[in-house]
C-alpha cells in the first residue's frame, strides 16, 4: 500500500503534514469497507463515507482505539490534536475537530512508517 519514498522520516513532518496524508488514508479505508460491504450507487456510498470521516465519526473513533494505542501513537495522536489549524471547523465543535486531526496524523504516521498492519488492526477496531 505504501508508495512513498522510504526515506521520508514522519518523525521529522509537522502533525498537519501527517494529518494531511492520513486523512486520505483514512478515507480510502472507510471508501474500501463500503464498496467491500455492497456494491450500490456512488451518490449513496459517498453519503454513507460521511458519516465515518467527518470530524465527529473520528473523535468517536478515537474513544474507541484510546486505551489500545502505545505511547509513541499517542504522542502522534496529541501532536496532531494539539497543532495550530488556523481555522474554524464548520460542522464540528473545536474539540472533535482537533481530535479528528490527531486521528487523521496518527494514520498518517503509521501509513509513513509503512505500519500497514497496524492501521488495519486499528481500522477494525473502530468499526467493530
Given at each position: 500500500?505504501?508508495?512513498?519514498?522510504?526515506?521520508?522520516?514522519?518523525?521529522?513532518?509537522?502533525?498537519?503534514?501527517?494529518?494531511?496524508?492520513?486523512?486520505?488514508?483514512?478515507?480510502?479505508?472507510?471508501?474500501?469497507?463500503?464498496?467491500?460491504?455492497?456494491?450500490?450507487?456512488?451518490?449513496?456510498?459517498?453519503?454513507?463515507?460521511?458519516?465515518?470521516?467527518?470530524?465527529?465519526?473520528?473523535?468517536d473513533?478515537?474513544?474507541?482505539?484510546?486505551?489500545?494505542?502505545?505511547?509513541?501513537?499517542?504522542?502522534?495522536?496529541?501532536?496532531?490534536?494539539?497543532?495550530?489549524?488556523?481555522?474554524?471547523?464548520?460542522?464540528?465543535?473545536?474539540?472533535?475537530y482537533?481530535?479528528?486531526?490527531?486521528?487523521?496524523?496518527?494514520?498518517?504516521?503509521?501509513?509513513?512508517?509503512?505500519?500497514?498492519?497496524?492501521?488495519?488492526?486499528?481500522?477494525?477496531?473502530?468499526?467493530?
Amino acid at each position: 500500500m505504501n508508495f512513498i519514498d522510504k526515506n521520508v522520516n514522519p518523525k521529522q513532518l509537522s502533525p498537519l503534514n501527517l494529518a494531511f496524508i492520513g486523512d486520505c488514508i483514512y478515507e480510502i479505508l472507510v471508501r474500501e469497507m463500503l464498496v467491500k460491504n455492497a456494491n450500490r450507487p456512488v451518490n449513496d456510498l459517498h453519503r454513507e463515507s460521511v458519516k465515518y470521516v467527518s470530524a465527529k465519526a473520528q473523535t468517536d473513533a478515537y474513544s474507541k482505539i484510546k486505551d489500545l494505542l502505545t505511547e509513541e501513537e499517542t504522542a502522534v495522536f496529541k501532536r496532531g490534536r494539539n497543532a495550530k489549524v488556523g481555522h474554524s471547523p464548520k460542522s464540528a465543535t473545536e474539540g472533535e475537530y482537533h481530535c479528528a486531526t490527531g486521528v487523521e496524523a496518527l494514520f498518517g504516521y503509521l501509513y509513513l512508517n509503512d505500519d500497514i498492519d497496524r492501521i488495519k488492526e486499528l481500522f477494525s477496531i473502530i468499526n467493530a
